[in-house]
């Protein structure tokens, strides 16, 4: 049976906007990102012909669209964070939020390999091919950006909460 790419395409638009997002960090611009990628994608003259190498080769079209975006954009412009009333969440709510700022105050690179391994679940070797580096060097930068990432979350749960009335 050959690989049908209309029909693994559907199935991969949400994780590919979660790491367009996890790069960018704004929802938005991870769509329209996914979109272009897949706009490149079909109008690509040779595309990978089985489902682990076409899930390779979209996730790193939407990694370079992602970094054509951040290089085009203002740091800042992309560093928007919602406003969001904790205390209307459940412990899961609260973990993924925690979660989700640890990412945001990591550099790009940790926030990149971290969504490649542990969101998109990749193995070590597909991200070294997204990437473009060795497994090795996988390896090595997906241990220092969970390290990274638990120093995040953990620097941020000893500053004090911002309220609504400032205090």
Not at 37 to 46: H, I, N
């Amino acid at each position: 049976m050959a690989f049908d790419i209309h029909a693994a395409l559907p199935a991969l638009l949400p994780r590919l906007v979660a790491f367009a997002r996890t790069i960018v960090g704004n929802v938005d611009t991870a769509r329209d990102l996914v979109q272009e990628a897949v706009a490149r994608a079909l109008g690509a003259r040779r595309v990978p012909e089985d489902a682990a190498a076409y899930r390779a080769w979209m996730f790193k079209i939407v990694r370079n669209a992602a970094l054509d975006e951040i290089r085009r954009l203002r740091p800042e412009a992309m560093e928007e964070e919602p406003a969001v009333d904790l205390w209307r969440f459940d412990n899961a709510c609260i973990a993924k939020i925690t979660v989700e700022q640890g990412l945001a105050a990591l550099p790009g690179q940790h926030r990149e390999i971290i969504a490649l391994i542990d969101i998109a679940g990749f193995s070590y070797s597909e991200a070294a091919a997204v990437l473009g580096v060795p497994i090795g060097t996988v390896m090595s930068r997906v241990t220092r950006a969970r390290l990274a990432l638990l120093a995040a979350i953990e620097a941020s749960s000893l500053r004090p909460m911002k309220t609504r009335h400032g205090s």
